[in-house]
């Protein structure tokens, strides 16, 4: 969710298919005109217009980030899980356009909010507060986030849904996979059908506020004795299909600990990872959307807040244990087993192998050098990112060995890159290796 409210504007949410494409497709046609008028200036200018340079400018960024997020809902989101999944990998303009989505969204108008609470809560639904701030503390793709004080005196925090967003999650899905389609983006010959049915449940998933309270408590009850997280409390009086309310917890965003000292950043991420590995190897559920909106820490505590557990989910045993020879294979600096694991479990395809292998044995290599290195890992060092970007960039290139990972494995590596790109922007410095060892025994 965004924390800055001033970025969060009210604006109606488009609904029905119809609507929602119309959005998409003044979006291409606006895109479009924007590429005209630069490759016009630039021949003006005597220069040689390239179409990445006539696609990613700063008005067209501009365009995309402000239209995504007037759709809200799962076209938003969409967009939100590409930045984290994608992290470093990405172009820059791209990039921008991605981490502006994080931040970025629309809350509701005032008679709208009205209009929604008094479905969910009756009319009089204002008596039962002492005080209920209109102006979101926090606006995301799915629902917003409002402070309450209830008639008893419990402080709280309401995520109110927009209206329309469940009923729009399959257009969008079927949208964004028909505008794919038709750029060209996508080869004919992959399959991408089970992985949009996935991604509408998994949407639906997180539209539904009483799963996601329920979530939150057995996570509440997963880290009852992990001092240094906190979980807040569901507030069953006030929640709803469409509204849940949990305790308020105070705290910062994660983001402003980049200015806290090496120690205090470098115990916070520790505390992420070793929360991802109990969530792989110990619990079999795993919260799989890693915004960083969805962590806040607390200065006098030095506890880690976690919110939104709408995109909790199983981890089976299959993954858990792929996960774990991909672990071990790595630390013990096996390439040929690093690389059989990872086809075992469907990170590579056969065609990537018998095609690359080269390149994939030298990603591999690179991966492998930081595992084992003795020192601590230092995520604010992303040199070696060029290396693995170049290289998976060339094989992305060869559209004849396109493979789509299990969807289990690519949730769960949102999780993991999102942590990973996290950890970076806190320039961490952190044991891996001793804090993974213990788990692969």
Request: net charge neutral; with cysteine.
């Given at each position: 969710?965004?924390?800055?409210?001033?970025?969060?504007?009210?604006?109606?949410?488009?609904?029905?298919?119809?609507?929602?494409?119309?959005?998409?497709?003044?979006?291409?046609?606006?895109?479009?005109?924007?590429?005209?008028?630069?490759?016009?200036?630039?021949?003006?200018?005597?220069?040689?217009?390239?179409?990445?340079?006539?696609?990613?400018?700063?008005?067209?960024?501009?365009?995309?980030?402000d239209?995504?997020?007037?759709?809200?809902?799962?076209?938003?989101?969409?967009?939100?899980?590409?930045?984290?999944?994608?992290?470093?990998?990405?172009?820059?303009?791209?990039?921008?356009?991605?981490?502006?989505?994080?931040?970025?969204?629309?809350?509701?108008?005032?008679?709208?909010?009205?209009?929604?609470?008094?479905?969910?809560?009756?009319?009089?639904?204002?008596?039962?507060?002492?005080?209920?701030?209109?102006?979101?503390?926090?606006?995301?793709?799915?629902?917003?986030?409002?402070?309450?004080?209830?008639?008893?005196?419990?402080?709280?925090?309401?995520?109110?849904?927009?209206?329309?967003?469940?009923?729009?999650?399959?257009?969008?899905?079927?949208?964004?996979?028909?505008?794919?389609?038709?750029?060209?983006?996508?080869p004919r010959?992959?399959?991408?059908?089970?992985?949009?049915a996935?991604?509408?449940?998994?949407?639906?998933?997180?539209?539904?506020?009483?799963?996601?309270?329920?979530?939150?408590?057995?996570?509440?009850?997963?880290?009852?004795?992990?001092?240094?997280?906190?979980?807040?409390?569901?507030?069953?009086?006030?929640?709803?299909?469409?509204?849940?309310?949990?305790t308020?917890?105070?705290?910062?965003?994660?983001?402003?600990?980049?200015?806290?000292?090496?120690?205090?950043?470098?115990?916070?991420?520790?505390?992420?990872?070793?929360?991802?590995?109990?969530?792989?190897?110990?619990?079999?559920?795993?919260?799989?959307d890693?915004?960083?909106?969805?962590?806040?820490?607390?200065?006098?505590?030095?506890?880690?807040?976690?919110?939104?557990?709408?995109?909790?989910?199983?981890?089976?045993?299959?993954?858990?244990?792929?996960?774990?020879?991909?672990?071990?294979?790595?630390?013990?600096?096996?390439?040929?087993?690093?690389?059989?694991?990872?086809?075992?479990?469907?990170?590579?395809?056969?065609?990537?192998?018998?095609?690359?292998?080269?390149?994939?044995?030298?990603?591999?290599?690179?991966?492998?050098?930081?595992?084992?290195?003795?020192?601590?890992?230092?995520?604010?060092d992303?040199?070696?990112?060029?290396?693995?970007?170049?290289?998976?960039?060339?094989?992305?290139a060869?559209r004849?060995?396109?493979?789509?990972?299990?969807?289990?494995?690519?949730?769960?590596?949102?999780?993991?890159?999102?942590?990973?790109?996290?950890?970076?922007?806190?320039?961490?410095?952190?044991?891996?290796?001793?804090?993974?060892?213990?788990?692969?025994?």
């Amino acid at each position: 969710m965004s924390d800055d409210p001033t970025k969060a504007r009210g604006r109606a949410l488009p609904r029905g298919r119809l609507a929602r494409i119309g959005q998409f497709g003044r979006l291409a046609g606006g895109v479009a005109g924007g590429m005209l008028a630069e490759g016009a200036r630039r021949l003006a200018d005597g220069e040689r217009p390239r179409l990445r340079d006539m696609l990613l400018t700063p008005s067209n960024i501009g365009k995309v980030t402000d239209r995504l997020s007037h759709l809200r809902g799962a076209a938003m989101k969409l967009g939100q899980m590409i930045s984290m999944d994608a992290g470093d990998m990405l172009p820059p303009e791209l990039a921008e356009i991605m981490a502006r989505l994080r931040e970025n969204a629309h809350h509701m108008r005032p008679a709208e909010l009205q209009r929604v609470l008094a479905q969910e809560w009756g009319k009089d639904w204002r008596t039962r507060f002492k005080r209920f701030e209109e102006r979101p503390i926090a606006a995301a793709s799915i629902g917003q986030v409002h402070r309450a004080t209830t008639l008893d005196g419990r402080e709280l925090a309401i995520k109110v849904q927009y209206p329309g967003v469940r009923e729009s999650i399959d257009a969008d899905v079927d949208n964004v996979a028909t505008l794919l389609r038709l750029s060209g983006l996508l080869p004919r010959e992959l399959d991408i059908v089970p992985l949009l049915a996935d991604a509408k449940r998994q949407l639906a998933e997180e539209a539904d506020y009483r799963r996601e309270g329920a979530q939150m408590m057995l996570f509440r009850d997963l880290l009852a004795n992990t001092p240094e997280v906190v979980v807040p409390v569901l507030d069953t009086e006030f929640s709803t299909d469409r509204v849940l309310a949990m305790t308020f917890i105070a705290g910062e965003p994660i983001e402003t600990l980049e200015a806290a000292p090496q120690e205090t950043r470098d115990a916070v991420t520790a505390t992420l990872i070793i929360l991802v590995l109990r969530e792989l190897f110990e619990f079999g559920l795993m919260q799989t959307d890693p915004n960083f909106a969805n962590y806040r820490y607390q200065v006098e505590t030095g506890r880690l807040v976690l919110l939104d557990f709408g995109a909790a989910r199983p981890v089976n045993s299959r993954t858990a244990e792929a996960y774990r020879r991909l672990l071990q294979a790595g630390l013990a600096g096996d390439r040929d087993a690093v690389r059989d694991a990872a086809v075992t479990a469907g990170f590579l395809g056969v065609a990537a192998v018998k095609r690359h292998r080269a390149r994939i044995d030298a990603i591999i290599d690179v991966i492998i050098g930081e595992m084992t290195c003795d020192a601590l890992f230092d995520f604010g060092d992303r040199r070696f990112v060029a290396v693995l970007r170049d290289d998976g960039m060339a094989i992305a290139a060869d559209r004849a060995t396109w493979h789509l990972p299990p969807t289990d494995i690519l949730f769960v590596q949102r999780k993991v890159s999102g942590t990973a790109l996290l950890a970076a922007r806190l320039r961490a410095r952190v044991d891996v290796r001793k804090l993974a060892i213990p788990w692969l025994e």
